[in-house]
Each structure stands twice: as structure tokens, then as C-alpha cells.
């Protein structure tokens, strides 16, 4: 039976594969397009620029440290392929105040022109068992992780529209497809983005604009490095079943494909949750016998 449900899966994936060519927009060309990065100075955001930069886009960093930026900017401008090209700083909590983050937008579109493509880079993370996570952090995660990518996306929304055309993308996390030990505060503020990615393509589709999201694994950026400091011990076990990417290698995947939509890949996800379960329940039974080991002594 289980033979039979695996063959079913793989057959359901490959259609698809087969099929998207089909259903799939006409790529965008990223020559003299301006795409828009906002937690730009860092890790995938700054790949995803570097890797758009190559291929002839105009770039607008978006973060809200100025010297990390600047620092950025000298990296993404060694990518150049033609002396036209311009890379645009811009620093901003994109999670605070949305008439400000619409005012940057803005100054960013008389500069560089209409936004082509949006890239909603910008999030944090912190891992903890539940009770152990402080209050104030679910809130901190909701509003950087989840308002951080909608009053981007809100500031470029009338402009796409107008001229028919765009492209948004959502980076979100494996987090974000199912639910995982030691991310309560984490993973609600990545699936609020798939929901809010979906309700979103519905809306704006018969304009010509896409909506994708990308779910990449744990990959190797100072904010996992900061992540790890309190990553309960089923987290870091879990997480290492994936492995650890590099940015660099995230960012050609995202801007490649720009296509991991509408949870193709939360079915097979759904799999892995059996063998997490185990590992939490091996973890706990080495906490039991630690304690009870304790007592004894």
C-alpha cells in the first residue's frame, strides 16, 4: 500500500513538472528590469540581488542597517555586466510604519522605475519551546515576518497593476509548510505568508502579476549562526535531516525557478512529520532517564 501511494506521489509530481511549462507565465527578463530586495543587505536577500545583478537588473537594497547596506552595495556592484546599471540603497524597517516603507518605495520608483519584481526577503527567527519563548518575540516575528512582507508588497501592488504586469516573491521557509518542534513563535509567521501568497494571486492574476514563494531549508547565513544559540536540541536534529544550504545556492534556485507555489511540495513534506515525531519522542525519553538518572544520585 505504501509502495502504491509513493508511486502515486512521484506520478503526481512529475505530471505537474511536465504540465507547468504550460501554466507557467513567460519568464521575466531581468536586463534593465528593477527588482526590489528588501532584507537586501544579508544572506538570501543579498544573493537574490547579486544573482538578479548579473543578469542586468537595476537593484534597490531595502534593510534597516545603513553600514551593512552600503557594504552590500559594494558587493552586488562587482556583478555588473554593463556601466548602466545601479545598485539603490534604502534604510528602512520594513515592519514599522507602512507609510514610510510606501515613501521609499516611491523614492525608489523615480529613481530606477516602476518596480518589476519584488523580492520579500526581510525576516528574523528565534527557536524555543513554547512556554519558554518570551511574549513580546511572537509578536516581534508576526510583524517582521508577516507585515514586513505585506506593506512591501501593498507600496508596489497599484503600480503593477496599472501597467499590467509583475512579479512578487514570498521567502518563506520549510517552517512555513509544516509545523516543526521548537518554532511556535516561527512557523505561524512563515504560513501566514503562503495564505496570504494565495488569497493574493487570486486577486491579482487577471493583471498579469505572479505571486511565488520559495521554501528553502536551513541555510547558511548569520541568522541561522544567531538562531543556533537557543535551538532546542529536536530542533537542531530536525533541521539537520535537511541539511544546510548555501545562499548562494538558494538565490540561483529562487530566481531560476521562482516557482515552489500552492504547497506542491507540502504532500511529500507532510512524510518527514513521522520521523520528526520519533525524534521527539527519542529526545524526551533521553530527558526522562537524564532526570531520573538525577534523582538517583
Not at 540603497?89 to 510604519?97: A, F, G, P, Q, Y
Amino acid at each position: 500500500m505504501l509502495l502504491v501511494v509513493a508511486a502515486f506521489i512521484v506520478a503526481f509530481v512529475l505530471l505537474l513538472y511536465m504540465i507547468s511549462p504550460l501554466i507557467s507565465p513567460k519568464p521575466l527578463k531581468l536586463n534593465g528590469a528593477h527588482v526590489v530586495v528588501t532584507g537586501g543587505s544579508s544572506g538570501i536577500g543579498k544573493c537574490i540581488a547579486i544573482e538578479c545583478y548579473r543578469q542586468g537588473a537595476f537593484i534597490t537594497l531595502v534593510a534597516r542597517d545603513e553600514t551593512k547596506l552600503l557594504q552590500a552595495k559594494k558587493e552586488v556592484e562587482k556583478f555588473a555586466i554593463n556601466d548602466k546599471q545601479v545598485v539603490l540603497c534604502i534604510s528602512v524597517d520594513v515592519s514599522s510604519d507602512y507609510n514610510q516603507v510606501e515613501s521609499v518605495i516611491k523614492q525608489a520608483q523615480e529613481k530606477l522605475g516602476p518596480v518589476d519584481m519584488l523580492v520579500n526577503c526581510a525576516g528574523t527567527s528565534v527557536s524555543g519551546k513554547f512556554e519558554e519563548v518570551e511574549v513580546d518575540r511572537f509578536k516581534k516575528l508576526m510583524e517582521v515576518n508577516y507585515l514586513g512582507s505585506v506593506y512591501p508588497t501593498r507600496a508596489v501592488i497599484t503600480t503593477m497593476k496599472e501597467r499590467r504586469m509583475g512579479r512578487i516573491m514570498f521567502v518563506s521557509s520549510q517552517a512555513g509548510q509544516i509545523g516543526l518542534f521548537g518554532y511556535t513563535a516561527y512557523s505561524p509567521s512563515k504560513f501566514a505568508l503562503r495564505g496570504l501568497a494565495e488569497s493574493l494571486q487570486m486577486e491579482i492574476k487577471p493583471y498579469n502579476i505572479y505571486v511565488t514563494v520559495a521554501y528553502p531549508p536551513d541555510t547558511d547565513t548569520p541568522g541561522l549562526a544567531e538562531e543556533n544559540k537557543t535551538k532546542p536540541l529536536e530542533t537542531k536534529l530536525i533541521s539537520e535531516t535537511s541539511g544546510v544550504c548555501q545562499p548562494e545556492q538558494v538565490a540561483k534556485i529562487v530566481v531560476r525557478d521562482a516557482i515552489i507555489t500552492m504547497g506542491l511540495f507540502r504532500t511529500i513534506a507532510l512524510f518527514y512529520l513521522g520521523s520528526f515525531d520519533s525524534i521527539v519522542r527519542r529526545c524526551m525519553i533521553q530527558r526522562e532517564q537524564s532526570k531520573s538518572a538525577d534523582k538517583r544520585e
